[in-house]
């Protein structure tokens, strides 16, 4: 920014007189450049907060990496498990197997999903942050246990005591010729270990039972699965592994990543994140039309000093240069403090949490902030490319209309 025109620019918007009514509509002007850049930034990383949040909440229910057959349901777990052994990222595997039932507990029935899990399902997905009551124990000795998800506990009324068995029918493989309605189905019974809890839509869906007691629900080979869930190293890049994954397994497989299991959740998320964004644009946008207003006061005042600056040789190119950096240094003065405001906001949200949610539902108490340096840095280039094409818009248009001789 030349040196002159940002001198005259300084003086007119802290010049030391008395306080007037372009002073004042000034100020407003900052100020409402200021709420909108502040609510950005609260906004952005409260939509970051929650990302992550969900991220790290998706981890303990959904593994690093998930292989399952296209077309049909089970598949032996050899032709996966056998094709693994040469990729040194992968650290951990476990086989489950999936099927639909109806749940009852004390007259109460609901239809879900059970997941039969192996001894190794918790090395490979943490469940046991998720658990709200009880515990993960698939095996207390000889005896099988259910974990129960919190909607299916509220909804068959699993508040009071847990020493009752949930029963779990499916239907019986291949056509049953009968008149009893009980040989349609099989029925097993199985006492409760603990319930846990995530979102509405998982923690009402599944029940995870031992693997052994699924297959013999089911009637299902010993060998045959549904899905194997994989566990890599931390560090290691997640699209890289499954790709050595899905080259090393034929076309028959689907071979996904934590993020590809739920693209089209993370993808509204991010979409969301984007609208809201574009949103307060709009209104940052709407309120920098105040610094017409004010821009057109000051050249109005100015007058005198501009003839002044003609007189003594100055350009209407000098004249311009000096009102457009009067309004960038308008709309920069409330975007400092609209960064300094939500900023501090963020701050002592992520230190005190003092806006608390309603609910229990992302089992936080208050809303999770996050802050990125890269949603900063696009809010200060918004903000100083939206109001100079209005300075230069407004400036050019005065010149027009020879308020500047």
């Given at each position: ?33 200021a ?5 950005m ?5 409260v939509f ?10 998706y981890?303990n229910?959904?593994?690093d ?7 049909g349901k089970?598949f032996?777990?050899s032709?996966?498990?056998n094709?693994?052994?040469?990729i040194p990222?992968?650290?951990?595997l476990?086989f ?5 039932a109806?749940?009852?507990y004390?007259?109460?029935?609901y ?10 399902y ?11 009551r009880?515990?993960?124990?698939p095996?207390?000795g000889?005896?099988?246990q ?8 509220y ?7 847990l ?5 779990i029918?499916?239907p019986r ?9 009980s040989?349609?189905y099989?029925v097993r ?9 995530l979102?509405n ?8 039972v031992?693997?052994?007691f699924a297959?013999?629900?089911?009637e ?9 869930y994989?566990?890599?190293e931390d ?7 499954r790709?050595?994954?899905?080259d090393k397994?034929t ?5 996904q990543?934590?993020f ?5 959740f993370?993808?509204i ?21 105040s ?5 057109t ?14 007189t003594?040789?100055?350009?209407k190119?000098l004249?311009r240069?000096i009102?457009?950096?009067?309004g ?6 409330g975007?400092?403090?609209?960064l300094?405001?939500g900023i501090t906001?963020c ?5 005190f949490?003092f806006?608390?949610?309603?609910g229990?539902?992302?089992?936080v108490?208050?809303?999770?902030v996050?802050?990125k340096?890269?949603d ?16 230069v818009i ?8 020879k308020y500047?001789?």
């Amino acid at each position: 920014m030349p040196k002159l025109p940002f001198f005259f620019a300084r003086r007119y918007l802290f010049s030391a007189k008395s306080v007037s009514a372009i002073n004042i509509i000034t100020g407003i002007s900052a100020f409402t450049v200021a709420v909108p850049v502040m609510a950005m930034v609260i906004l952005l990383s409260v939509f970051n907060g929650f990302d992550g949040l969900i991220k790290s909440m998706y981890k303990n229910f959904d593994p690093d990496i998930k292989v399952t057959v296209k077309e049909g349901k089970v598949f032996d777990r050899s032709a996966v498990e056998n094709n693994l052994h040469g990729i040194p990222e992968v650290t951990g595997l476990s086989f489950v197997l999936e099927g639909n039932a109806l749940f009852e507990y004390r007259n109460n029935q609901y239809i879900g999903t059970v997941l039969g899990v192996d001894s190794l399902y918790s090395e490979v997905v943490p469940i046991e942050n998720m658990v709200v009551r009880g515990e993960f124990n698939p095996k207390f000795g000889d005896i099988d246990q259910v974990l129960v998800g919190q909607g299916i506990a509220y909804s068959l009324q699993m508040g009071g005591s847990l020493i009752e068995p949930l029963n779990i029918y499916v239907p019986r493989k291949g056509r049953v010729f009968s008149f009893m309605p009980s040989d349609f189905y099989r029925v097993r019974s199985i006492y409760l270990s603990g319930i846990y809890a995530l979102d509405n839509e998982t923690d009402g869906q599944y029940v995870i039972v031992p693997l052994d007691f699924a297959r013999e629900l089911m009637e299902v080979e010993e060998e045959k699965v549904s899905a194997v869930y994989i566990k890599i190293e931390d560090s290691t890049d997640a699209n890289k592994v499954r790709k050595k994954i899905a080259d090393k397994l034929t076309d028959e497989f689907n071979v996904q990543t934590r993020f590809q299991q739920k693209e089209s959740f993370y993808r509204i998320m991010q979409y969301e994140k984007w609208w809201i964004y574009f949103i307060i644009l709009m209104v940052l946008i709407i309120a920098s039309f105040s610094i017409i207003g004010s821009l057109t006061m000051i050249i109005i005042d100015k007058k005198k000093d501009t003839d002044t600056l003609i007189t003594l040789g100055a350009g209407k190119t000098l004249i311009r240069k000096i009102f457009i950096t009067e309004g960038m240094l308008i709309s920069c003065t409330g975007m400092i403090i609209g960064l300094i405001l939500g900023i501090t906001v963020c701050l002592l949200q992520m230190k005190f949490g003092f806006i608390e949610m309603a609910g229990e539902t992302f089992m936080v108490d208050a809303y999770p902030v996050k802050m990125k340096i890269t949603d900063i840095i696009g809010v200060v280039f918004s903000v100083i490319f939206i109001n100079y094409i209005i300075s230069v818009i407004t400036v050019n248009s005065l010149v027009k209309k020879k308020y500047i001789s």
